[in-house]
């Protein structure tokens, strides 16, 4: 191990904070931005940020040995506060003619946590003010399973808050009311793994209800629906950890539902403390330390600032290779019981009963209110999109929360990755979307293979819809599924738009609108 310590600072947003790291935590110092009204002034952070530089950084190092290296985040964040800290940082890399390093916020909050609580492989809910996104490790890189396709789950919370005149951060002040109220419903909005809150706080500020039951319905819907996507994540993946991460991951109720969640799959969730939690220069300092200590590190003239910095542009290279890959299938499903992220389904002979599970981290109402439409939108389009020419089972019976019907029996897609089965794939999403169906959890998990043909099964979250928005989600829940856990993934996506365009005529205006959802910002 290389001997002196790193120092780390960050300041993307609103808390200045510097850190030394050398085998463990040396020192954490941070002084926040406190708005006078309102959110975030990015051009008044920046300033507070360069006025408590000196005091904020004198502090960290105060006690701290040998300084090797200078870490700074570097993206995703806000301009003006960005700069602020790199200027810092390359000033201080300079005068201590040191190594300056580079670091993405959103690894760097991963990377904190996975040292705080010793968990090794985990999916992870990273859920703050503007970021909100499941992740796992595959092949040097932490991809993106899912994610908020409008704001950040702490976003939503403090707009919300701005509308009532609660006080900056909004997140503590609404989990204090919502302990006193009683959930309202409000829209509760899941796409695969990806979700949306823009109209879940639509609909709060337009509620008449008592402040105190809002907020709780606040908070139950939006974090109820962070819990779902993550399960998804971990059903899919296979994996048995879940660490959450960022600010928002504070609030004890999210806490709870992700821990209940965990204890009724069999899985560990892993929270850090709390000082670990938020935007730190612990974080910065210690991956700063792990990219130096494998020779990772960036000369000051290539150090720009990057405010949409995603995290699986990050190669970690301080990870093996083979840990985080996601386990293959044994082939052709047998008979037996197999739990999936909402139901449990009991495969036949020549029959599959699938049955939704009352979810316990979910509020009861909410629960029965999402099994209730989901089972029964599930057997109505799953008939119409056979119908339609998609292979899909045929409905015997359905009840309240139950659907049996006919077993199609083959391997998962996931099982059988070759570019032919995703051509197929992709012609039998073309037929699904010319009869007007969004699948809505469009993984490889849920479709079969059939010899050449390819069957969609689990039509929980399908809708009706003509929108070019709703096709172009549909596809980017499968390309963000392919690069979560294939390296081939980009072979993968091209096979597939080829069968996609042979059976849908506007197959272009939709990769076009997927495209854009791709490169929407998510640091608003």
């Known amino acids: ?33 406190a708005p006078p009204q309102g959110g975030i002034h990015p051009r008044e952070a920046a300033q507070h940020h ?39 940082a390359r000033a201080l890399a300079l ?38 996104q499941v992740l796992g490790f595959l092949s040097h890189r932490y991809r993106i399973f899912g994610e908020t396709l409008d704001i950040g789950i702490g976003n939503a919370l403090d707009k919300f808050a701005r509308y009532r005149n609660l006080p900056h951060p909004g997140g503590p002040k609404i989990e204090e009311l919502a302990r006193h109220g009683q959930p ?39 974090f109820a629906m ?17 660490l959450l991460v960022g600010g928002v991951g504070a609030n004890r109720r999210l806490q709870e539902m992700l821990a209940t969640m965990c204890r009724e799959r069999g899985a560990r969730f892993f929270v850090p403390e709390q000082r670990y939690l938020g935007d730190n220069g612990a974080m910065i300092a210690y991956t700063g330390k792990l990219m130096l200590d494998h020779g990772i590190s960036i000369p ?43 139901a449990v389904v009991t495969l036949g002979e020549e029959r599959v009963e699938k049955r939704r599970l009352p979810k316990a981290y979910r509020v009861p109402p909410l629960d029965r209110r999402l099994i209730a439409e989901r089972t029964r939108a599930e057997a109505r389009l799953i008939a119409a999109a056979r119908k339609a020419g998609v292979p899909t089972p045929i409905i015997r019976e359905i009840t309240a929360d139950t659907i049996v019907m006919e077993r199609i029996a083959g391997p998962l897609l996931k099982e059988s990755m070759i570019p032919e089965h ?49 096709r172009g989600v549909d596809l980017h829940v499968l390309f963000q599924t392919l690069r979560s856990t294939r390296a081939d993934h980009a072979l993968l996506r091209s096979a597939f738009l080829e069968g996609y365009r042979e059976n849908f005529p506007e ?18």
């Open 1 to 33: 191990m290389s001997q002196g310590h790193v120092l780390g600072i960050e300041g993307t947003a609103w808390n200045l904070s510097a850190s030394v790291f050398g085998d463990d935590l040396i020192t954490l110092h941070s002084h926040a931005y």
């Open 50 to 88: 360069a006025q408590v530089m000196k005091d904020v950084v004198k502090r960290a190092l105060s006690g701290a040995g040998e300084i090797r290296g200078v870490a700074f985040s570097q993206g995703p964040g806000l301009g003006p506060c960005l700069r602020t800290t790199a200027t810092a």
């Open 95 to 132: 005068a201590w003619n040191v190594p300056l390093v580079g670091v993405n916020h959103c690894v760097a909050h991963v990377e904190i946590g996975r040292f705080a609580t010793g968990c090794r492989d985990p999916i992870v809910l990273y859920a703050s003010g503007a970021n909100t």
């Open 184 to 222: 309202i419903d409000l829209p509760y909005t899941v796409k695969g793994m990806d979700l949306a809150f823009s109209g879940i706080v639509t609909a709060a500020r337009e509620s008449r209800a008592p402040l105190e039951d809002i907020c709780c319905g606040l908070q139950e819907t939006a």
């Open 226 to 242: 962070c819990v779902e996507v993550t399960e998804r994540a971990l059903a899919h993946a296979g994996k048995e950890e879940v």
């Open 300 to 342: 000051v003239g290539d150090s720009r600032i990057l405010p949409c910095y995603r995290a699986d542009e990050v190669e970690v290279t301080w990870r093996e290779p083979g840990e985080g890959i996601v386990p293959r299938g044994p082939g052709a499903r047998t008979t037996g019981t197999a739990r999936g992220a909402e």
């Open 422 to 470: 995703l051509r197929e794939a992709g012609r039998m999403v073309g037929c699904l979307h010319r009869a007007g169906i969004i699948h809505g959890d469009l993984t490889t998990s849920n479709m079969v293979v059939l010899g050449d043909r390819i069957a969609l099964i689990d039509f929980g979250l399908s809708v009706v819809s003509d929108e070019v928005e709703s």
């Open 507 to 524: 197959a272009d205006q939709v990769l076009a609108r997927e495209q854009e959802i791709e490169k929407r910002g998510r640091y608003l």
